[in-house]
């Protein structure tokens, strides 16, 4: 067969099974997706980002200004509410990382020739999107209103990028956009280093190439794109200063909690770390991934080095992150960490069809699997529980009360159903935690009609001198938080 017909039937397949597997997740995560903002799957954060987006403020640090960017253009779709939308959003960039990840899963088979005979590539790449899909860490963030299905997307196209010898400009302005999404991304500075320095000729300049156009991405982005917000009052800050920008853009905020764990947890969050990883693409899709971790390093070292020093940095930070919820940071980092399932998958799928023909396609009973054992923890289609106790709150608040709030789920909810769905005006919701914040405190003192000498007031003697009735958020309880 004539290569340039070998060529076009390879861009075919993989273009079908591109669309095939995107499509497929769409479906699963239309179906167990909110209607609107949840507190299941770590989705606290979602009130204030669906806020952002929809007043054209900017959210908490350090600001996300590519996933603010996104937002607006799917907040304006006509259909659900808001906060439908930005989950509508969240799912569409993950079945597309879905789809970016079996792309360069047969991509990267190709080039370890040894690895598979091509009758086991396909189906290997089409079941290791599908087991990215249904991982029930990256599956939980597809469906909610957060920044981390976003940041799998970028993730998903900077390995994409590098595997396939993109040009340096693609690869630099992606991970310059990834890092919009989320600071962490700047870990996958090891898979990019790899990706750039591919070819023999020209490798310190299309390096340098990439890291400039990602560091002017980050510029343009985290600059122009937050002050062009600026005019929007936001409670984490005011942008338009250089101490106000960089107290946001840095996350001085959350500083505390950068290797704040106690050093006697470590072991018990690396267990953690451990058990969910394993999770992911259930115990046998591990033992594949690990296989195809060995295999990589023996085949192709430098990718196989690459990819754990970013999985393995990640990890670091993760783990030490003085937070419940740092694991979830590990999201970004698997449809990298997918290409080792991937590699794993084509050696199983090669032994099976030696045995059997096209018995490598019974490797997609393992995405089966894993529907069948996280759809129900997963599917969120019947909850409203965070919005119907926003709407309860506010719609039993006494006329001209003030909601006090210490948790963040509790606050962020109240903001979205009062600002963004109009719920009672004539309430004003102050959340206890930030009343400390210099630029959070005088919103809230000129909200209350107080002048400048009332600074030194608590939230409740801040209140009670206005003369306004108290609400307590957190007199009503919420839901307990379920690791995915």
């Not at 959350?254 to 018990?268: I, N, S």
Request: aromatic share 10%; hydrophobic share 50%; net charge neutral.
């Amino acid at each position: 067969m004539p290569v340039q017909m070998q060529l076009r039937m390879v861009d075919k397949h993989e273009r079908i099974i591109g669309i095939a597997g995107t499509a497929a997740m769409l479906i699963i995560y239309g179906a167990t997706a909110p209607s609107s903002l949840t507190w299941s799957h770590y989705g606290d954060d979602g009130g204030d980002l669906a806020t952002a987006v929809a007043l054209g403020s900017i959210p908490h640090p350090p600001g996300f200004p590519t996933y603010l960017l996104l937002g607006t253009l799917f907040i304006r779709l006509p259909w659900g509410e808001p906060a439908w939308r930005l989950n509508l959003m969240s799912a569409a960039l993950a079945a597309g990382a879905v789809g970016l990840t079996m792309v360069t899963v047969r991509r990267l088979l190709q080039r370890m020739a040894d690895n598979a005979q091509p009758s086991a590539r396909i189906p290997a790449a089409l079941t290791t999107g599908l087991c990215l899909g249904l991982a029930p860490l990256f599956w939980s963030q597809a469906l909610i209103t957060e920044v981390y299905a976003t940041a799998s997307f970028f993730a998903a196209l900077v390995t994409a990028l590098s595997v396939q010898e993109g040009p340096p400009w693609a690869l630099g302005v992606s991970w310059g956009a990834g890092l919009g999404a989320h600071p962490t991304l700047i870990f996958l500075a090891p898979l990019v280093a790899w990706g750039a320095w591919g070819k023999r000729n020209g490798r310190a300049l299309r390096l340098a190439t990439v890291c400039l156009l990602a560091l002017l991405g980050w510029g343009a982005l985290y600059g122009p794109v937050l002050l062009a917000r600026s005019g929007t009052p936001s409670p984490w800050g005011d942008v338009s200063t250089f101490a106000g920008w960089w107290a946001l853009v840095s996350g001085q905020l959350y500083r505390g909690y950068l290797f704040k764990l106690p050093l006697a947890d470590w072991p018990r969050r690396l267990l953690a770390w451990i058990g969910l990883l394993a999770r992911q693409f259930t115990p046998a899709g591990a033992v594949l991934a690990g296989l195809g971790l060995v295999k990589s390093w023996r085949s192709q070292r430098p990718l196989g080095l690459a990819l754990a020093l970013a999985f393995g940095a990640l990890g670091i930070y993760a783990i030490g992150y003085n937070t419940t919820d740092s694991l979830v940071y590990l999201a970004p980092m698997l449809p990298p960490a997918a290409l080792w399932l991937g590699i794993g998958l084509a050696q199983a799928a090669d032994w099976l069809n030696h045995r059997l023909p096209r018995a490598a396609w019974v490797l997609l009973l393992l995405p089966l699997l894993q529907a069948l054992l996280f759809w129900g923890q997963m599917d969120l289609s019947g909850d409203r529980t965070a919005i119907d106790w926003a709407e309860q709150t506010l719609h039993q608040a006494p006329p001209q009360a003030v909601v006090l709030s210490d948790q963040d789920r509790y606050t962020f909810t109240l903001w979205y159903v009062h600002d963004v769905l109009g719920s009672r005006p004539d309430v004003t919701v102050i959340d206890v935690d930030l009343w400390g914040q210099k630029p959070y405190h005088g919103m809230m003192v000129n909200t209350l009609g107080l002048g400048a000498g009332e600074n030194d007031l608590s939230p409740e003697e801040a209140v009670r001198q206005a003369g306004r009735p108290i609400v307590r958020a957190a007199d009503l309880s919420g839901t307990e938080e379920e690791s995915p």
